[in-house]
């Protein structure tokens, strides 16, 4: 009886500090959860950056992992629309779905751009809330951070505390970071850029791009070769710097335009993991800060 | 400033001894009143700043508020539910033949598509919403002239919690892997003889399924499912309870981030009563049939995709296969030709199947793959009718190859060729020309 006693002891602060399960549909949410949550929370990222967000399947392993969740925290803004709704549906639990605590949905937390004027599947993907890409701009970061550190606290009471001071903490180093890349990124205000895909709007709105052209002739739609001719005439009235794509999109008509137009084209990481200096959100904004600065003299 | 220190010092030139003790108690006084302002005074600083504080307080949360409760609002957050609209139509290139039919097995159900020329598919109307927070709603219209189908009809519950859920009304039976598709997911033009000979399209029943999902890294669903069984190869029977029982598992999950799997197990137990079917006896006239007893069928199936990092954009790669073995006992009656007006004999039959395709993905937007599927009539015992009905070991086997093409995830295009031998002794070339369009809202798709 005594032993039992004993066994069932060591046992129950196994159970008590039993990691939260946060799901989290993109990687840049999974380190955000990892910076806040530390080691009370257990981060599965649905997504690498080597993926397109817009088109993942409903894996069974992910049907299984959204069931395992205490808190699903997701870009939103219909960037999921095609794989989302079936694992929330599939794996039947009731704690993340959309509307309770162990749901958030970042894009509805920071003002979004790019809001078509035309809800028409003619005009391409086009995502009816706006722009999805949010976290290209790391002050949407500090605003969603603030909720996810709330909600967490919301989801695991029992940790609040701990979720309150990290959050804190990665504020304070969020904001002073942010100051750092604005002071460096000074020289690249007013330089002209062309985006494979409308990836980084709120990344050029934070440093002050401008955005010429985009490659794709429809959000979502492939370039043609005589599309991308177009854009390189373009270009000739209308010069840019650089052509920037994110890690798992096509290099094909980035480079080829780059080639043809004599500038430089950028992978940047786009997200945490995109490249092997985007090891954290910190290491990211850097990365795409050194890339930016060093194709734009 | 200067008056009062004049008047104080006149006084007390004045009234020297008086002077002073009145001196003094003014002091006290000062002193007292210093004091109570001084304490008064911090009263007043400590309400300033606790107001100050609340008023931080407030904006801060003022600053909340409105984002929290826009974000609290789902997604999808129109009262309307999700419409889509699914256009289909081809063209196909077949020979004239009047009974198509599997060898060797008994036909499931009316084999509808089989239209030479130009036709237009069922166009399908989809509509689904949350009902309210403890259900949601789905429903599927399949539409072709005089007919209409009301292919799936059901609610779910969504906040049953523990992996758990409830389905209930018309649905498509969750057994197998294809079968929960619906014709516009289909990889190929036309269904797999698997299929065709199992269900004619797919299981659906009117009824109730549960559903659970393991709180495991792997992935492993179990479900159950009761309803009336009035599709082959059940029947529509006047009674309560029961026609058909269903339980299936799925296990799946991740090989590194390039590849992903599931494989599944079910099991269909069905009962028909006068289920009816044409077949031809020995000397190949048309008899009718009627079967009445149980149907009991067992399926495998297992999937495997493949994409480069987990990036399917490009380039991807899906296998499918499904294996099948059903039996079924009871009574068949027979009526015309040899059998007469009406000769009634025991059956029983062990009948397999497969089908396995790969479809590739080898640039965006562009698909090829090829199906192969072959069925075993196994054996037949018709008992009493052995005389007049033949048993065949001829075994139906078809060749597909596909190419699609789709400039969005909304529209497709496809050519198919296949060269069917499902019917013994005929040799079919195949050619068909589809394309598939969804309009309205974004269906979310199935693994």
Redesign the interface.
């Known amino acids: 009886m005594k032993r039992l006693l004993l066994v069932f002891l060591l046992w129950l602060p196994v159970q008590a500090h039993a990691a939260l399960n946060v799901f989290a549909c993109e990687p840049e949410w999974a380190a955000l959860a990892r910076e806040i949550g530390g080691a009370n929370v257990k981060v599965y990222a649905a ?2 950056a ?3 967000p817009h ?7 992910l ?3 959204m ?2 969740a205490d808190l699903v925290v997701c870009t ?1 803004a ?1 960037l999921e ?6 694992l929330l ?7 993340v ?3 309770r605590p162990g749901y ?2 970042a894009a ?2 920071v003002p979004l751009l790019d809001k078509p004027a035309r809800l028409d ?1 003619a005009e ?2 086009v995502h009816a809330a706006g722009n999805p890409h949010i976290h290209t701009d790391p002050r949407n970061l500090l ?1 969603v951070g ?2 996810l550190t ?1 909600r967490l606290a919301e989801v695991d009471p029992a940790n609040a505390v701990a979720y309150r001071s990290r959050g804190l903490d990665f504020a304070t180093r969020w904001q002073a970071a942010i100051a750092r890349w604005e002071r460096r990124a000074a020289p690249l205000r007013g330089v002209s850029v062309v985006s494979q895909h409308k990836s980084f709007p709120y990344l050029l709105a934070w440093l002050g791009l401008r955005e010429v052209a985009v490659l794709e002739p429809k959000p ?3 370039p043609s070769v005589g599309y991308l001719a177009r854009v390189a005439e373009q270009l000739k009235t209308t010069p840019a710097r650089m052509v920037l794509r994110a890690a ?1 999109q ?1 290099p094909r008509p980035a480079d080829w335009l780059a080639q043809r137009a004599g500038i430089s084209a950028l992978a940047l990481p786009y997200t945490v993991g995109g490249n092997e200096r985007a090891t954290d959100l910190f290491g990211l904004f850097d990365d795409t800060l050194d890339q930016l600065l060093k194709a734009a003299p | 400033m200067l008056r009062p220190t004049l008047l104080m010092a006149a006084l007390a030139a004045a009234f020297p001894a008086h002077a002073d003790n009145d001196l003094d108690g003014l002091r006290a006084e000062l002193r007292e009143m210093k004091a109570a302002y001084e304490s008064r005074i911090q009263a007043l600083e400590a309400r300033l700043q606790q107001t100050e504080a609340k008023t931080a307080d407030a904006t801060a949360r003022a600053d909340t508020t409105p984002q929290q409760a826009a974000e609290v609002t789902p997604a999808g957050n129109r009262f309307n539910p999700d419409i889509s609209l699914i256009l289909q139509g081809r063209y196909a290139h077949l020979d004239d033949i009047e009974h198509r039919h599997l060898s060797g097995f008994l036909p499931a159900g009316h084999d509808h598509g089989a239209a030479r020329g130009f036709s237009l598919d069922h166009t399908e109307l989809v509509m689904s919403a949350s009902i309210d927070p403890t259900f949601r709603g789905y429903f599927n219209l399949a539409l072709l002239d005089e007919n209409v189908a009301i292919e799936e009809a059901w609610f779910q519950t969504t906040s049953l919690g523990n992996g758990f859920s409830l389905k209930g009304g018309r649905f498509l039976s969750g057994i197998g892997y294809q079968n929960e598709q619906h014709p516009h997911v289909w990889d190929f033009a036309d269904s797999n003889l698997m299929y065709r000979a199992l269900f004619g399209e797919a299981y659906g029943n009117d009824g109730v399924q549960l559903k659970w999902v393991a709180p495991t890294e792997l992935f492993v669903e179990l479900g159950a499912e009761a309803g009336r069984g009035a599709s082959f190869p059940g029947t529509d029977r006047n009674r309560n309870g029961a026609g058909s029982a269903a339980l299936f598992a799925h296990v799946g999950g991740d090989i590194g981030a390039s590849n992903s799997w599931r494989a599944g197990l079910s099991h269909l137990a069905a009962k028909a009563s006068e289920r009816d079917g044409e077949m031809e006896d020995v000397n190949g006239m048309a008899v009718e049939t009627l079967f009445s007893g149980k149907s009991k069928t067992w399926m495998a199936d297992f999937v495997w995709k493949w994409a480069p990092n987990g990036n399917a954009t490009e380039r991807h790669f899906k296998f499918a296969a499904e294996y099948f073995r059903r039996r079924e006992s009871g009574l068949l009656n027979c009526d015309g030709g040899l059998c007469g007006a009406d000769s009634d004999g025991d059956y029983t039959s062990a009948q397999s199947g497969f089908y396995a395709q790969g479809v590739y993905q080898f640039m965006p937007s562009w698909r090829t793959g090829y199906r192969y599927d072959r069925l075993n009539p196994g054996s037949v015992d018709f008992g009493a009718n052995r005389a007049f009905l033949p048993a065949t070991d001829y075994k139906p086997t078809r060749h597909s190859l596909m190419l699609d093409y789709s400039p969005s995830e909304f529209s497709r295009l496809r050519v198919q060729y296949s060269k069917d031998n499902a019917m013994e002794s005929t040799s079919e070339n195949q050619w068909f020309v589809q394309y598939i369009h969804s309009l309205g809202a974004h269906g979310a798709h199935t693994f």
């Not at chain 1, 088109?55 to 392993?61: K, M, T």
């Open positions: 997504t690498t080597l993926q397109d088109r993942i399947e409903a894996r069974p392993s049907i299984a992992q069931r395992r939103g219909e629309i095609g794989w989302l709704p079936v549906r599939e794996a039947g639990n009731a704690k779905l959309p509307g958030v949905e509805r937390l599947r391409g993907d605003r603030e909720v709330a979502g739609v492939e798992y096509s």
